[in-house]
């Protein structure tokens, strides 16, 4: 089955720049969504068919997606970007989330 | 906006059968527009996909969970439901329904419910 690979946990100064990962076998070729999660709340898509954004949801989210990696880019972070972030793709076995990434704002 | 919102019990025993509905408003499950969906986390873990449905019935469902698992759709209420029978602890989770973002089988979710609670315990 396929699988998505983040890291677990990436910690940025508030102003500076947070890339997430996401890994999967030839993943470029898949379309990959990025979604946003609160504590206590449902998660929130962010960027979806690669570096599409939601309205509402500010231009410092954008996503890149080439090779075996796709990644979510936070620019100018912002206190309130402190969440857990996932990725997911639809495969022929169905839909596959990432393990999840926590977005730490130092 | 479309909204969706879990009910069901928040307690189930084992080896008995969890069911879940998600009642969707502002909106129709019977669009051919949109599939729905389950997907669920485990209390500090990371988000699993449980299954999606087509306003016809037609279900797809994850590998892992296929044997135990049924979702439903009920147009009249305006619902779909999960089933998931022969529960154990492992099925203790926030369980949520959400929306695809649009027909085609890759797209995103969007939006989701805010999710309920279920545990497994005797």
């Known amino acids: 089955s396929y699988v998505l690979t983040q890291p677990p946990s990436v910690s940025v100064a508030p102003g500076q720049t947070a890339r997430i990962t996401c890994g999967g076998s030839n993943i470029g070729r898949k379309s990959v969504h990025w979604y946003q999660q609160r504590p206590g709340q449902a998660p929130v898509v962010v960027v979806y068919d690669d570096n599409d954004r939601p309205s509402g949801i500010p231009e410092r989210f954008s996503g890149s997606n080439s090779g075996n990696t796709a990644t979510l880019t936070i620019s100018r972070v912002e206190a309130g970007d402190e969440a857990d972030y996932y990725c997911?793709?639809?495969?022929?076995?169905?839909?596959?989330f990432g393990g999840g990434t926590k977005l730490t704002v130092l | 906006q479309v909204q969706l919102q879990e009910s069901g019990p928040g307690l189930v025993k084992p080896s008995e059968t969890l069911s879940l509905t998600c009642s969707v408003s502002r909106g129709s499950v019977y669009s051919s527009s949109y599939y729905w969906a389950w997907i669920r986390q485990p209390p500090g873990k990371g988000l699993e996909w449980i299954g999606t449905i087509y306003y016809t019935g037609s279900a797809s469902y994850n590998p892992s969970l296929r044997s135990r698992v049924t979702i439903s759709v009920d147009t009249s209420k305006n619902q779909f439901s999960l089933n998931l029978r022969s529960v154990t602890a492992a099925d203790t989770a926030v369980y949520y329904c959400a929306r695809r973002g649009t027909i085609a089988p890759q797209s995103w979710f969007d939006p989701w419910g805010q999710g309920t609670l279920v545990t497994v315990s005797s």
């Open positions: 997911q793709v639809w495969d022929n076995s169905g839909d596959i």
